[in-house]
T-cell receptor, first 115, second 111 residues
Framework: LAKTTQPISMDSYEGQEVNITCSHN???????ITWYQQFPSQGPRFIIQ???TKVTNEVASLFIPADRKSSTLSLPRVSLSDTAVYYC????????????????FGKGTKLSVKP | NAGVTQTPKFRVLKTGQSMTLLCAQD?????MYWYRQDPGMGLRLIHY???????AKGEVPDGYNVSRLKKQNFLLGLESAAPSQTSVYFC??????????FGSGTRLTVV
């Protein structure tokens, strides 16, 4: 399973764009990159998933360079409600639950958005 | 459509007592998981199941048992609770190929 490294914490202000980078040097060919958001006292919530290049949805964008050894979650114009912990996970999404498919949650990045 | 429902939401146990945490999902997902989350530790996988009647150990399985008798339910048991099992427990489910859906958690305190 590919290990991920991401910053422990980040600070931002309302209205700014926030980019959180995750390193995953040992990513495998079948691995996808998935980001989750967790608010206090809640379970993590799926944000976005990608394999290469760029993925965008109504919440965020995910940028993945050609070598796939890192990825960047981009949150446009953050608000106070985006204050949360963000987790980057790498794993074979087509084999969730199998011996090669369990996703490992690290400690995540604690994003604090200030007014 | 309730998603993933965990019961109970809160519980206080005395050391040595037993209890069962219930996770129910109504999305017909094949895979289900139990995680625990401790302050500053992120989420750690306890046990998981890839289908009805199957279970497997995760990263921190000691002191826990699980059962998946029905596809929609995944039970986590503590036979003899210890203070080290004080934690927030999250259940999750997923079909292959997409992200996890998590429950809202069970906050367990063992005194």
């Amino acid at each position: 399973l590919a290990k991920t490294t991401q910053p422990i914490s980040m600070d931002s202000y309302e209205g700014q764009e926030v980019n959180i980078t995750c390193s995953h040097n040992n990513i495998a060919t079948n691995d996808y990159i998935t980001w989750y958001q967790q608010f206090p006292s809640q379970g993590p919530r799926f944000i976005i998933q990608g394999y290469k290049t760029k993925v965008t949805n109504e919440v965020a964008s995910l940028f993945i360079p050609a070598d796939r050894k890192s990825s960047t979650l981009s949150l446009p114009r953050v608000s106070l409600s985006d204050t949360a912990v963000y987790y980057c996970l790498v794993g074979d999404s087509l084999n969730y639950g199998g011996s090669q498919g369990n996703l490992i949650f690290g400690k995540g990045t604690k994003l604090s958005v200030k007014p | 459509n309730a998603g993933v429902t965990q019961t109970p939401k809160f519980r206080v146990l005395k050391t040595g007592q037993s209890m069962t945490l219930l996770c129910a999902q109504d999305m017909n997902h094949e895979y289900m998981y139990w995680y625990r989350q401790d302050p500053g530790m992120g989420l750690r996988l306890i046990h998981y199941s890839v289908g009805e009647g199957t279970t497997a150990k995760g990263e921190v399985p000691d002191g826990y048992n699980v059962s998946r008798l029905k596809k929609q339910n995944f039970l986590l048991g503590l036979e003899s609770a210890a203070p080290s099992q004080t934690s927030v427990y999250f259940c999750a489910s997923t079909p292959p190929g997409v992200g996890y859906t998590f429950g809202s958690g069970t906050r367990l305190t063992v005194v």
